[in-house]
């Protein structure tokens, strides 16, 4: 045998024998991994990611390590890889212990009056490996060959598929966004050499490269997001460059190829991931505050893009959206950035100093015109109720996305300070015996963050088509999933929402059902503000699934400018009837439109000078006691039922903008066929 080939076996042997040992090495660092990590639950995410890194790093070291000592062992004669004649005559050998002769068959650790039954079958699994797998290592090493041979040529695709994305359709974004992106790059603190590109392959913010990093920004993804959003998305990215997170990344994939056959490897990976995403949105939170909102829809978008196209991106490439998305919304929704305990104190004197400087300036420049804004902001009051819970989108009942759609609602009624009362369809989340769990904590959710569920019907069904004891029936079926809900976390329902703010074909329909309701303790909302803001829904979710971006933001600008007219609309009743500014109650349905649109609709209605309110303190207005007596097809604001009470003349209505309306009488056309 030549000595080529002899060089050759004896390196086989040591390959695969670290092979086996990594297996136990690797799967006992996973569990200390694991271990740590729920340790250390309520430290820092980057904290956690270190750890998680170290771990990821002591598991290479360890295998490394046995190679090189067996490699040792080999050139001094391992008996683990000597032939089967070599062994034998090795275990006839008798080495000397505590100063005797003990065979090598025998525990040396014990005489052998003292061996027991389990250190025999020990010994005897010993021997059998020694003798057994040397014959079969040479496979499991050439197995390990082709394995990492195919993850490293899937790991060069992907490296290829970057590098076109880099070089093929690559544009420079224009001006505006090129002074944007010199800001971020300030703000987040990237000092390395970086360019901005707008790309028409990606369909989601990716960062690529170590020297000269690039980041790709889809080009429709500037019409398909808010700017305010798409900067958060950019700093996202600039966050992982500083951190020189795609180092790490690429770092994981090599470790990867060569342990794929390990899932300890591929688990520690993911949390390294898992908490790297973690650690940079807390990051994006520091630099953007008060824009959990913002940035928690900006994801949610970007996930909703990414499940539309179904597009891959190469494992090493840093993507905005990545990471478990759900939980990093809930992350971020809880408004929890990690700063150091030993920053903090400073930090708060110094926010406390700069804020005292600020208002100190605004009131000394514009003194009189905040102190304007704030009488009107005391003379306006608004409730809001939304029907119906959980989330609905015409086109799909629920919405696939109806948790996220929630969440996102949810958090922007508390950052605007929106005491909502969201009331329960029961057929949405029950069929009337049993829950539907997915559903049910869709609205479980509203009780839990302490608002106001009210009561509506268990199927949305108008009073006019439908005979009273059946409605009543309805109603009372829908009280019981509803209370079956909330169960002993929340408020029982005091509130009735008429579907359609429809009450019915006659009179006597109309008084059966307030009798029924009164008896029950409920009392049914009057809304002032009426609106058609489910036909912009409908038509905004019928673009989302088409992923027309052009068409979506065409209709949030058409949405917000109709509902700024019914305000006005609206308040010229209130002016009319009762010579003051009532307070307000308005009803709208948890949509995504009216979700993506928060921000600028209660910034609408706050600049209107607005304050929002409970129903309950709305209805105290002593206008609310106003008589009337309407009952007919249609479901109209009680501004108008009073109105026409008073025998006063019914105003116009601002117009449904035509594409909207096109939209919706397609659809109805569509229904009929």
């Given at each position: 045998?030549?000595?080529?080939?002899?060089?050759?076996?004896?390196?086989?042997?040591?390959?695969?024998?670290?092979?086996?040992?990594?297996?136990?090495?690797?799967?006992?660092?996973?569990?200390?991994?694991?271990?740590?990590?729920?340790?250390?639950?309520?430290?820092?995410?980057?904290?956690?990611?270190?750890?998680?890194?170290?771990?990821?790093?002591?598991?290479?070291?360890?295998?490394?390590?046995?190679?090189?000592?067996?490699?040792?062992?080999?050139?001094?004669?391992?008996?683990?890889?000597?032939?089967?004649?070599?062994?034998?005559?090795?275990?006839?050998?008798?080495?000397?212990?505590?100063?005797?002769?003990?065979?090598?068959?025998?525990?040396?650790?014990?005489?052998?009056?003292?061996?027991?039954?389990?250190?025999?079958?020990?010994?005897?699994?010993?021997?059998?490996?020694?003798?057994?797998?040397?014959?079969?290592?040479?496979?499991?090493?050439?197995?390990?060959?082709?394995?990492?041979?195919?993850?490293?040529?899937?790991?060069?695709?992907?490296?290829?598929?970057?590098?076109?994305?880099?070089?093929?359709?690559?544009?420079?974004?224009?001006?505006?966004?090129?002074?944007?992106?010199?800001?971020?790059?300030?703000?987040?603190?990237?000092?390395?050499?970086?360019?901005?590109?707008?790309?028409?392959?990606?369909?989601?913010?990716?960062?690529?490269?170590?020297?000269?990093?690039?980041?790709?920004?889809?080009?429709?993804?500037?019409?398909?997001?808010?700017?305010?959003?798409?900067?958060?998305?950019?700093?996202?990215?600039?966050?992982?460059?500083?951190?020189?997170?795609?180092?790490?990344?690429?770092?994981?994939?090599?470790?990867?190829?060569?342990?794929?056959?390990?899932?300890?490897?591929?688990?520690?990976?993911?949390?390294?991931?898992?908490?790297?995403?973690?650690?940079?949105?807390?990051?994006?939170?520091?630099?953007?505050?008060?824009?959990?909102?913002?940035?928690?829809?900006?994801?949610?978008?970007?996930?909703?893009?990414?499940?539309?196209?179904?597009?891959?991106?190469?494992?090493?490439?840093?993507?905005?959206?990545?990471?478990?998305?759900?939980?990093?919304?809930?992350?971020?929704?809880?408004?929890?950035?990690?700063?150091?305990?030993?920053?903090?104190?400073?930090?708060?004197?110094?926010?406390?100093?700069?804020?005292?400087?600020?208002?100190?300036?605004?009131?000394?420049?514009?003194?009189?015109?905040?102190?304007?804004?704030?009488?009107?902001?005391?003379?306006?009051?608004?409730?809001?109720?939304?029907?119906?819970?959980?989330?609905?989108?015409?086109?799909?009942?629920?919405?696939?996305?109806?948790?996220?759609?929630?969440?996102?609602?949810?958090?922007?009624?508390?950052?605007?300070?929106?005491?909502?009362?969201?009331?329960?369809?029961?057929?949405?989340?029950?069929?009337?015996?049993?829950?539907?769990?997915?559903?049910?904590?869709?609205?479980?959710?509203?009780?839990?963050?302490?608002?106001?569920?009210?009561?509506?019907?268990?199927?949305?069904?108008?009073?006019?088509?439908?005979?009273?004891?059946?409605?009543?029936?309805?109603?009372?079926?829908?009280?019981?999933?509803?209370?079956?809900?909330?169960?002993?976390?929340?408020?029982?329902?005091?509130?009735?929402?008429?579907?359609?703010?429809?009450?019915?074909?006659?009179?006597?329909?109309?008084?059966?059902?307030?009798?029924?309701?009164?008896?029950?303790?409920?009392?049914?909302?009057?809304?002032?503000?009426?609106?058609?803001?489910?036909m912009y829904s409908f038509a905004y979710d019928s673009a989302r699934n088409d992923n027309d971006v052009n068409a979506m933001k065409e209709i949030r600008e058409a949405y917000l400018t109709y509902m700024n007219k019914m305000f006005d609309h609206y308040e010229a009743y209130s002016s009319d009837l009762f010579g003051r500014d009532i307070s307000q109650t308005m009803v709208l349905t948890p949509s995504r439109l009216v979700t993506d649109t928060a921000d600028d609709f209660f910034a609408m209605v706050a600049?209107?000078?607005?304050?929002?309110?409970?129903?309950?303190?709305?209805?105290?207005?002593?206008?609310?006691?106003?008589?009337?007596?309407?009952?007919?097809?249609?479901?109209?604001?009680?501004?108008?039922?009073?109105?026409?009470?008073?025998?006063?003349?019914?105003?116009?209505?601002?117009?449904?903008?035509?594409?909207?309306?096109?939209?919706?009488?397609?659809?109805?056309?569509?229904?009929?066929?």
């Amino acid at each position: 045998m030549s000595l080529e080939t002899v060089m050759v076996s004896k390196l086989v042997a040591s390959a695969g024998w670290t092979l086996l040992h990594s297996v136990w090495q690797i799967g006992i660092v996973s569990i200390c991994l694991l271990v740590a990590l729920r340790a250390l639950r309520n430290q820092t995410s980057n904290f956690r990611y270190v750890v998680s890194v170290s771990a990821l790093a002591i598991s290479i070291a360890l295998p490394v390590y046995t190679f090189v000592q067996l490699s040792t062992q080999v050139e001094a004669g391992s008996p683990s890889i000597q032939s089967s004649s070599q062994r034998e005559n090795e275990n006839r050998i008798e080495s000397f212990e505590a100063g005797g002769r003990v065979s090598l068959h025998q525990n040396v650790n014990a005489p052998d009056r003292f061996r027991t039954a389990g250190t025999e079958m020990f010994s005897d699994l010993r021997r059998w490996l020694n003798r057994e797998l040397p014959a079969v290592l040479p496979f499991a090493v050439a197995l390990w060959i082709l394995g990492v041979g195919f993850f490293s040529v899937r790991l060069g695709g992907g490296f290829l598929q970057l590098s076109r994305f880099k070089s093929t359709a690559a544009t420079r974004v224009d001006d505006h966004w090129q002074q944007v992106f010199s800001r971020l790059c300030d703000r987040t603190g990237v000092r390395q050499v970086t360019r901005i590109l707008r790309s028409e392959f990606v369909q989601t913010p990716i960062a690529i490269g170590f020297f000269r990093p690039v980041i790709l920004v889809p080009a429709a993804l500037f019409l398909q997001i808010s700017p305010h959003e798409l900067e958060t998305i950019i700093a996202h990215e600039l966050i992982h460059i500083r951190r020189f997170d795609p180092v790490i990344n690429v770092a994981q994939c090599l470790v990867e190829a060569v342990f794929f056959y390990h899932p300890g490897v591929w688990w520690m990976s993911a949390q390294i991931r898992r908490e790297r995403e973690f650690a940079a949105d807390a990051a994006v939170m520091e630099v953007f505050k008060d824009s959990h909102v913002t940035y928690a829809r900006a994801l949610a978008n970007l996930e909703e893009i990414r499940l539309r196209t179904d597009q891959r991106m190469p494992r090493y490439a840093t993507a905005a959206n990545g990471g478990n998305f759900m939980q990093r919304i809930q992350r971020i929704l809880k408004i929890k950035t990690e700063v150091g305990r030993a920053n903090s104190a400073w930090t708060a004197g110094l926010a406390l100093l700069l804020t005292s400087a600020f208002l100190l300036t605004l009131f000394s420049i514009s003194s009189s015109e905040l102190v304007n804004a704030q009488q009107r902001s005391g003379a306006r009051k608004l409730a809001i109720g939304f029907v119906s819970i959980p989330p609905l989108d015409r086109s799909q009942n629920p919405p696939k996305d109806a948790d996220a759609t929630a969440r996102l609602l949810i958090r922007a009624l508390k950052e605007h300070k929106v005491p909502a009362i969201g009331f329960i369809q029961g057929g949405m989340i029950s069929d009337g015996e049993k829950l539907f769990p997915v559903r049910a904590n869709i609205a479980r959710m509203w009780i839990d963050a302490g608002f106001e569920i009210g009561l509506g019907g268990f199927k949305h069904v108008s009073l006019y088509n439908t005979p009273v004891d059946e409605y009543i029936a309805n109603i009372e079926k829908n009280e019981g999933i509803t209370k079956k809900l909330i169960g002993e976390i929340g408020l029982p329902p005091r509130y009735f929402s008429y579907p359609y703010l429809n009450t019915g074909k006659t009179a006597g329909d109309k008084a059966q059902v307030e009798t029924w309701l009164a008896s029950r303790g409920y009392t049914s909302v009057k809304y002032t503000i009426d609106n058609n803001e489910w036909m912009y829904s409908f038509a905004y979710d019928s673009a989302r699934n088409d992923n027309d971006v052009n068409a979506m933001k065409e209709i949030r600008e058409a949405y917000l400018t109709y509902m700024n007219k019914m305000f006005d609309h609206y308040e010229a009743y209130s002016s009319d009837l009762f010579g003051r500014d009532i307070s307000q109650t308005m009803v709208l349905t948890p949509s995504r439109l009216v979700t993506d649109t928060a921000d600028d609709f209660f910034a609408m209605v706050a600049k209107r000078g607005y304050t929002f309110i409970t129903v309950d303190e709305a209805q105290s207005d002593s206008a609310y006691k106003t008589k009337e007596a309407f009952t007919g097809e249609a479901g109209i604001s009680w501004f108008e039922r009073w109105s026409m009470a008073k025998g006063i003349r019914l105003r116009e209505e601002p117009n449904i903008d035509q594409n909207i309306q096109k939209i919706w009488n397609e659809r109805q056309l569509a229904l009929k066929k």
